[in-house]
C-alpha cells in the first residue's frame, strides 16, 4: 500500500471516530490509529500490521446480505459495532416507511417491527439502538424484555403481526462476533413467506437504503417510546410449542441437556417441564448465558467437542437421550447411545469414555429423516402438503415424502428459503435446522423440534426401541442413506471463489470408484433453483456430492451422500453391513473430493 494511500485509510479512521457514538470502540480504533503511528516513518512488523488491520476494518462497509449482518465486533465499517448497526436500523426505517406506506396506499401508515436479542457482548445495546432508530423515524417498535431464543422473535413476527423483525444474534458463530438477523411479514410480505427471513430482492433493497445514510451523526435517535414486549410473549409462544404435546407419551425419558451457554436452557426445560418430562438435567456449566462461551472452544453442536461435557453427564446419570440447542436455539442436535458405534469404537481404540460406550450425535439428515417421518404420517396423503429441505440435505426426505402420499421440494440452503415453500408441513436443513411448526414460526426451532424428538424416543422406548432403530426402519424401506461433510476453512477469503472455479475447471471423474454421470453448475439456476454458487456432481451409483461456499462461515462445504439398497426384510446384521459399505464408500469420496478441493 503506498504513502497516499496510508493517509487516505489514516482519515477515514479519524473519520469514523468522530462520528462513532461508542466509547469502546472509538478508544479501540484510536489506539490501532496510535500503533499504526505515521505512514511517513519506516513500517516495522506491529506498525504494518496495525495497518493491515486498517485495511480490514475499511475495506468497505460489512455487507447486508440476506444473512443480514454477522462478523467480528470491533471498530470500523466492516465490523460488527453500535455505528454499523444505527446505519442498519436507518436503512430498515427508510425501506420499511416506503413498503408499508406504499403497499397500504396511507401516507400515515405505521410500521411494526419486533426487536429481539442473545446474550452475546453487545446484543443489548444493539437492540436498543435499533429501537431508538425506529422510534424515532416513526415506527412502531417493539422490544422483547430480555435475551430470548431466536426463534421466540420469529414466533414474535407473525403472533404480533409486525411488518418485520431484527434479531441480534451471531447464533453459533464464535464469541468475538455478533450479527443481525432481518425477517419480514406483516404488510410486507404475504403468503407463506410472511414471518421468514428476508431474501433477494429484500436484501439489496435495504442494503441500497443502508448505503445511502451519510452519518450515524445524522441518525435521529429517541431516548424512549418503544413499547417493552412483556412476559406474555414468551408465555403465547410456549403455549403454541405446547400444543406439539402428545397426551400418549409415556413420560418415562431421562434426558441430559445443554444449551452451550445459550438463551434457550430455562425455555427448553419450560418446554418439556410442560410437556411432562422432569428426569431432565441441564448441564450445570453450561446451563446459563455466558457470552464468552467459557467451556467450547466453537458454540456449535457439530463442532468437535461442543457436547462432549453433555455426554458425560449422560453416561454418568445413564440417560436416555441428550439435546443440545446452539446458543440462539434455533438448532437442535441429538445424542443417542448406538451400540453398533461403541463396537466400532472400542475395535478401534479401547476407550472408555461416553463415545465408546456408544454415545454419538446424530447426523443432521438423521434427524430430518426421523422428524421427517414423523410429521409426515400425520399429514399423509394431505392435499398440497409439501415437506421440504435444502439441496444439500439428504435425498431421503423426498422418498418419505412420496410414501406418504405428501409433495416435496428442493430449495436453496437457508429457511428463508425452505419456509417459503407453499404448503409446508416440515422442513429442515442438514445443519440441524427443523421447522415442525411452521403456521407459528417460519424458520428453524430447536425447541418445538426437540419437544417432538423426545416424545418420539420416549414412545420408542415404551416398545423397547430406539431412535436408532427407527432409523434402520426406514432405511429397510427407502434404502440407507448416509451424508456426511467435508468443510475447508480460509483465512484469506479470496481463495474461496478461486477453489470453486478450479473445481469447475476439473472436477472429479469418479467417486467412490464409480464414474460420475452429472455435473450440474448451480449457478446457472434452473426452472426450479434460482442461480446459486455451487457444483452438484452425481456418480452412476448414485453417490451424490454438493459443494458450495457456506453463507456464514469462510469455509467452502462438501456435502457427501451414498445410498445403499436394502431389501424391507434385512437383519440387524444386513443393516449394519450396509452401514459400513456405505461408510467405507463415504470415506473414500472424502479422498476423493479433499484431493479435488487439494486439501
Known sequence: MSTHNLHQLIEQAERW???????????????????????????????AQAFLELEDRFSGLLQFGTAGLRGAMAAGPNRMNRAVVIRAAAGLAAYLLTEVRTVTGDE??????????????????????????????????????????TPVLAFAVRHLSADAGVMVTASHNPPADNGYKVYLGGRVVVGSGRGAQIVPPFDAQIAERISAVDSVASVPRSTDGWTVVGPDLLTDYLASVGRLADDAAPRNLSIVATPLHGVGGAVL??????????????????????????????????????????????????????????????????????PRAAQDLKKNSGSDTARAEGWRMLHGDEVGALLGELVAAEAANTPGAFLASSIV?????????????????????????????????????????????????????????????????DRLKARGR??????????????????????????????????????????????????????????EGSALLPPTDGLRLVAE?????????????????????????????????????????????LDAVRADMSAALEV
Request: hydrophobic share 40%; with cysteine.
Open 108 to 149: 400515515d401508515a405505521v410500521p411494526r417491527v419486533a426487536i429481539g436479542y442473545d446474550a452475546r457482548h453487545n446484543s443489548h445495546a444493539f437492540a436498543i439502538d435499533t429501537a431508538a432508530v425506529l422510534t424515532a423515524a416513526g415506527i412502531e417498535a417493539l422490544l422483547l424484555d430480555h435475551a430470548l431464543p
Open 466 to 523: 430406539t431412535l436408532v432403530d427407527e432409523l434402520d426402519r426406514l432405511a429397510r424401506i427407502h434404502g440407507l442413506h448416509l451424508t456426511d461433510q467435508l468443510s475447508l476453512r480460509f483465512a484469506n477469503l479470496a481463495r474461496i471463489p478461486e477453489t470453486m472455479a478450479r473445481l469447475r475447471e476439473a472436477p472429479p471423474t469418479t467417486l467412490a470408484g464409480s464414474p460420475v454421470t452429472e455435473i450440474v453448475d448451480l449457478a
Open 269 to 338: 426445560q419450560s418446554v418439556l417441564h410442560t410437556a411432562g418430562y422432569r428426569e431432565l438435567v441441564l448441564v450445570p456449566e453450561q446451563a446459563e448465558p455466558d457470552p464468552d462461551f467459557s467451556t467450547v472452544a466453537f458454540p456449535n453442536p457439530e463442532e468437535p467437542g461442543a457436547i462432549d461435557l453433555a455426554l458425560a453427564y449422560a453416561q454418568t446419570l445413564d440417560a436416555d437421550l441428550v439435546v443440545a440447542n446452539d446458543p440462539d436455539a434455533d438448532r437442535c442436535a441429538i445424542a443417542v447411545r448406538d
Open 393 to 457: 440435505s439428504s435425498r431421503l426426505l423426498a422418498r418419505i415424502a412420496e410414501s406418504h402420499g405428501l409433495q416435496y421440494a428442493s430449495t436453496l440452503t437457508g429457511f428463508k428459503w425452505i419456509s417459503r415453500v407453499d404448503g409446508l408441513v416440515f422442513g429442515y436443513e442438514e445443519a440441524l435446522g427443523y421447522c415442525v411448526d411452521p403456521g407459528s414460526v417460519r424458520d428453524k426451532d430447536g425447541l418445538s423440534a426437540a419437544l417432538l424428538l423426545v416424545q418420539l424416543a
Open 541 to 585: 451409483d448414485g453417490t451424490r456430492v454438493i459443494v458450495r461456499p457456506s453463507g456464514t462461515e469462510p469455509k467452502v462445504k462438501c456435502y457427501l451422500e451414498v445410498i445403499v439398497p436394502l431389501e424391507t426384510t434385512a437383519t440387524d446384521e444386513q443393516v449394519a453391513s450396509a452401514r459400513h459399505t456405505a461408510r467405507a464408500r
Open 17 to 47: 471516530i468522530a462520528d462513532d457514538p461508542d466509547e469502546k470502540t472509538r478508544a479501540d480504533l484510536t489506539t490501532l490509529l496510535h500503533t499504526a503511528g505515521s505512514p511517513d516513518d519506516e513500517l516495522d512488523e506491529p506498525r
